[in-house]
């Protein structure tokens, strides 16, 4: 009998505990990285398992039934990701968002949700409270995040096709109960409701038209994204990507489109609305057109390690400051020199073929902390 080998990183390991700095500085609010981007948004993963096994993100042949999930001792409790957010709304965080995995499978995950709402930004303001999810769950869900004080979701549905989305998700859950679930966040006052499609060539481009088709005229807000090289699982290839300008030529050639402004700094979708007023969409490129001159994310994981990029090799274990008793002035201090250390633009570097980037890198998964 010959050894399974699952070739996957372990990104638990690869990992670095901060130290200390000796002086300690109080926050201001205003922090910025060493390209002058501001820390704005945390996107933090709740959880490492998922009940859908995506072929770009968790595929069947590496998690699968011998995989190995985090133990619930090594997860940050959620009175441990609470403190860590309030410490990073303090340097002036302004949006949460919590991933997964898929989130909704961590238990009494609402619990959290009402501890997040309750944080004010430093000018006193709530913040942007948000959640990704597949849908799988919101029905059961959905007023009760509402009740917490979430306020909107992202929902994942790669086809409208059920034989499509079923190839994609790989678990054999339908498109009806996704649509289900959007309702069901509608119904409670989850919204804007924004609908995401990754688009993999030769597995669901022919449902991009489909989709545009569903979601117009209707309240939530389609985007399309690209399909990435996030960590080395998903066995990514350049050939099947379609880039965001194919899909805006697709559509437009049915629905005439044009371009709308940005809603915020650091947005990461680029919109186009309907000619006609029907509504709009939105195209996430990070492969064809990187967007990380305004990046302003961070990313906490499931174990709490704070990675400054999707596409990062590394993090920066505060799980490890804050179950060796550090002050919270000590992990925001901490925070702050990580923040003005960064300068990654993976997705800028890939654009333009640099010789760095031609040599493999061992990234983190995104199942581990989030898209």
């Keep these: 009998m010959t050894e399974k080998v699952i ?9 670095q505990v901060p130290v200390i700095p000796e002086r300690l500085e109080a926050p201001t609010g205003r922090l910025a990285d060493a ?6 948004d945390l996107r933090i993963s709740v959880t490492d398992r998922c009940n859908f096994r995506c072929v770009y993100c968790m595929p069947k042949e590496v998690f699968d039934s011998s995989y190995t999930f985090l133990p619930q001792s090594s997860l940050l409790s959620f009175e441990e990701i609470t403190r860590i ?24 995950v609402e619990t959290l949700i009402a501890s997040l709402s309750a944080l004010r930004t430093p000018q006193g303001k709530p913040l942007d409270l948000t959640l990704t999810t597949n849908g799988s769950l919101l029905r059961k869900k959905a007023q009760a995040l509402r009740d917490a004080g979430l306020r909107r979701v992202t929902v994942s549905l790669d086809a409208l096709d059920d034989a499509v989305f079923k ?4 678990v054999d859950f339908s498109v009806e109960q996704v649509l289900d679930g959007i309702e069901a966040a509608h119904e409670a006052g989850l919204g804007p409701i924004k609908v995401n499609m ?40 350049m050939d ?33 609305r309907y000619r006609d007023g029907s509504g709009e969409v939105g195209v996430i490129s990070s492969v064809t057109q990187a967007f990380c001159g305004d990046c302003n994310r961070a990313r906490l994981s499931t174990e709490g390690k704070l990675y400054t990029c999707l ?10 400051l804050l179950r060796g008793g550090r002050s919270d002035e000590e992990i925001a201090t901490v925070l702050a020199h990580i923040w003005r250390a960064r300068d990654d633009r993976y997705s800028a570097l890939r654009t333009s073929q640099t010789a760095d980037l031609q040599r493999p890198l061992r990234k983190v998964e995104m199942s581990y902390i989030g898209g």
């Excluded at 390209?35 to 704005?40: D, G, K, Q, V, W």
């Excluded at 190839?167 to 790989?170: Q, S, T, V």
């Excluded at 965001?244 to 697709?250: D, F, H, L, N, T």
């Design 167 to 170: 190839r994609m998700n790989d």
């Design 311 to 320: 596409f990062a090799t590394g993090g920066h274990d505060l799980r490890a």
């Design 240 to 272: 099947e990507v379609i880039p965001s300008a194919e899909v805006i030529r697709r559509i437009g050639a049915e629905m005439p489109l044009e371009k709308a402004a940005p809603t915020a700094v650091g947005e990461t979708a680029e919109r186009w």
């Design 198 to 237: 990754v688009v993999k060539r030769g597995w669901n481009d022919d449902q991009i038209l489909p989709m545009a088709r569903y979601f117009r005229n209707t309240p939530f807000v389609l985007r399309f994204i690209e399909y990435m090289d996030v960590g080395s699982s998903n066995g990514w290839r």
């Design 7 to 15: 070739p996957l990183a372990d990104h638990r390991y690869a990992n």
């Design 35 to 40: 390209f002058a981007r501001p820390l704005r």
């Design 85 to 108: 957010a309030a410490i990073a709304v303090s340097h002036g965080v302004e949006k949460i968002r919590l991933t997964g995995g898929e989130p909704l499978l961590r238990k009494h």
